[in-house]
């Protein structure tokens, strides 16, 4: 059983600043690092960390050989990912002193994926074999339709919400994993607490595995059997950019390693908190040895 993670590769501008920019604010910044990121490939990242069978798709620009060189060295299969003359996907992020984010994102080549090169790298897929979206690339309906005509699982990350998302057929996902802002848009609901936002969601998808992540809260899960909750860990936050990619790759690699849901939400739990404690998207996901090594501390 192998993963297929078809999404974005992104240079990420990461500028650090002490707040971030309000409406109608010119803001200096302290420093402009560029890095690799996109919840593509920082998901394909996770997964190879923890250890899974992982192969990126996507395409990136002449601008973005040091991206799936990146995603490699992480121990994922990059053979798919095409290299087009679109410039890269790139991410314009404000990372603030208090470690809390925002971006924006410009599809660049990720908006290139074609239904050809989607049927192309599924041929190489199975029935049982995984498949990973989010919504930074195009043809994500065509993914979703072509995945699971293949038989394939389909775990959804829908991110970021945008309103082509909703024409999506997600009663075909297998496995949502999402965050509050996110399971409140797909649910259709205003303010309410994570609870009733998974409970929202359970109803409207009772075919998906739910995951929703709650932040510094923690994390919920919910399926026909069993609905769970996992606290986080309270740790220094140094950059939260590329934490729900974390905890969206050891969520799914442990569950590919026949983990029950309570035990690969700890360890998603637990890898994410590592990679709030270090800056970077890409850069900051943790190896299994980490994660196991935090894990087995007493007292965390
Ligand atoms: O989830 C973090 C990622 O979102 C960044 O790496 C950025 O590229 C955007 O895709």
């Known amino acids: 059983m192998k993963i297929l993670s078809l999404g974005s590769l992104n240079i990420d501008f990461v500028y650090s600043v002490g707040h971030i920019c309000l409406e109608g604010e010119t803001l200096s910044a302290r420093a402009l690092e560029r890095k690799q990121g996109g919840k593509g490939l920082n998901q394909a990242a996770a997964l190879a960390r923890a250890g899974a069978p992982v192969f990126m798709a996507g395409c990136v620009g002449p601008d973005g050989d040091d991206l799936a060189e990146t995603l490699a060295r992480s121990g994922a299969d990059v053979s798919y990912v095409r290299k087009i003359q679109e410039p890269s996907g790139s991410a314009m992020i404000q990372l603030a002193d208090s470690g809390a984010n925002s971006i924006v994102v410009y599809g660049g080549a990720n908006r290139k994926v074609t239904p050809q090169m989607i049927d192309e790298v599924l041929s190489h897929f199975s029935p049982g074999d995984y498949i990973l979206l989010q919504n930074e690339i195009s043809c994500v309906e065509y993914a979703f339709r072509a995945a699971k005509a293949r038989g394939m699982k389909l775990a959804f990350n829908p991110s970021p919400i945008s309103e082509e998302l909703f024409r999506y057929p997600l009663e075909l996902a297998d496995i949502l994993i999402l965050n509050e802002l996110e399971g409140r848009s797909l649910a259709g609901i205003q303010s309410s607490s994570g609870e009733e936002i998974l409970a929202a969601l359970a109803r409207r998808f009772p075919q998906a595995a739910v995951v929703l992540t709650l932040g510094e809260q923690g994390a919920l899960y919910q399926d026909g ?76």
């Open 225 to 300: 059997r069993s609905r769970l909750f996992c606290p986080a860990q309270k740790v220094p936050v140094i950059d939260t950019t590329g934490a729900g990619d974390t905890f969206c790759g050891y969520f799914l690699a442990c569950s590919m390693k026949g983990m029950p849901p309570e035990q690969a939400l700890a360890m998603a739990t637990q890898a994410s908190a590592l990679a709030i404690g270090t800056k970077g998207a890409a850069d900051s996901i943790p190896s299994w040895a980490q994660v196991e090594a935090a894990a087995a501390r007493p007292g965390r």
